[in-house]
């Protein structure tokens, strides 16, 4: 069996949702657990998550595999219906849509439901993405509450686009916009992501939404997550599977991207951007070899990559191997190969065998 693994801790998952619950004490916390529950297992998360007050994923799909796994929570749709058909399952299901055009609200009206749906108003305070300009917001909350398909309109929400800068005045001109177009509406408010949960308590409303933070990782420019008390909960593993002994000059890799600068070993981990390591990681990303740093070394291939076994001479075929998370922030990895931590977990791939960990 391939020696490459991802360990998910759900240990580490729940204790990250209490930080969030400390962080916005008396909220309602929607966990964001779309995009497979950032790569960590949608069913899985939902499961580990029983203690948030309701789930927000990106469409239908991901909704009905939850229903479909028996979890009842509140399930909301944060990008919303994209066609009039997907109304009735909605309803049947009990999921709470979010509405952030008119085209939704004209298919909720010309809808022939037998249970009315609950929706959330989306307002656009400023990312400009989705959401009802601020001064077409009243109208569009009056539709909806006047139509007989809408059970309820749960309240209004927004995003922020640069809550992870703490420095950006921007998440303050939006959060003031919003509340000043919200004020006279009825219902509960949502505004915080993980950034502005963890940053911006000003940005607390009724629900908050976590998402990155869940999962052990900084939503911050620059950050770490144990800096929050956060808990890393996707490992990355593997081992090495041989042990070369090479001489200055030789070439190591696809392209001889890289010259050895002297007699020395060279190490082959058994992971590459096959599995959703990054191929455009540098030499001299650091990989944890041993509980130790050794930098990458070569061009990241399909299946292996290599790595610089100077200051570990002693390194043999089957020592253990940690590409990121637990020891090796996956921030850092993120950082030299210039991305962001998000795509590198929602990106690992499914041949890549996973390992529950609930210590």
Known sequence: MRATQVIVDLAALRHNLAQARAAAPGRHIMAAIKANGYGHGLIR????????????????????????????????????????????????????????????????????????????????SGMHRLGFAPQRAHAAWERLHACRNVAEVVGCMTHLPNADDLDDPATIR??????????????????????????????????????????????????????????????????????????????????????????????????????????????GTPVLLNGRRVPLVGRVSMDMLTVDLRDQPQARSGDPVVLWGEGLAVEEIAEYAGTIPYELVCQVMPRVALVENDA
């Open 174 to 283: 939006q959060v003031a916009l919003f509340r000043q177009v919200t004020a006279e509406l009825p219902g509960v408010r949502s505004i915080a992501n993980s950034a502005a949960l963890l940053g911006w308590p000003q940005a607390h409303a009724e629900w908050v939404r976590p998402g990155i933070m869940l999962y052990g990782i900084s939503p911050f420019v620059g950050g770490r997550g144990d800096r929050h008390g956060l808990r890393p909960v996707m490992t990355l593993r593997s081992e090495l599977i041989a042990v070369n002994h090479l001489k200055r000059g030789d070439a190591i890799g696809y392209g001889g991207a890289w010259v050895c600068p002297e007699d020395m070993t060279v190490g082959v981990v058994a992971a590459g951007y096959g599995d959703g390591y990054p191929r455009h990681a540098p030499n």
């Open 45 to 124: 998360v939902a499961r580990a998550l029983e203690a948030a007050d309701g789930f927000g994923v990106a469409c239908i799909d991901e909704a009905m595999q939850l229903r479909e796994a028996g979890i009842n929570k509140p399930v909301t749709l944060l990008e919303g219906f994209f066609s009039a058909d997907e109304l009735v399952p909605i309803a049947r299901h009990r999921l709470v849509t979010v509405v952030h055009h008119f085209e939704q609200v004209a298919m909720l009206e010309q809808s022939a439901l037998t249970t009315p749906v609950r929706v959330w108003l989306k307002i656009d």
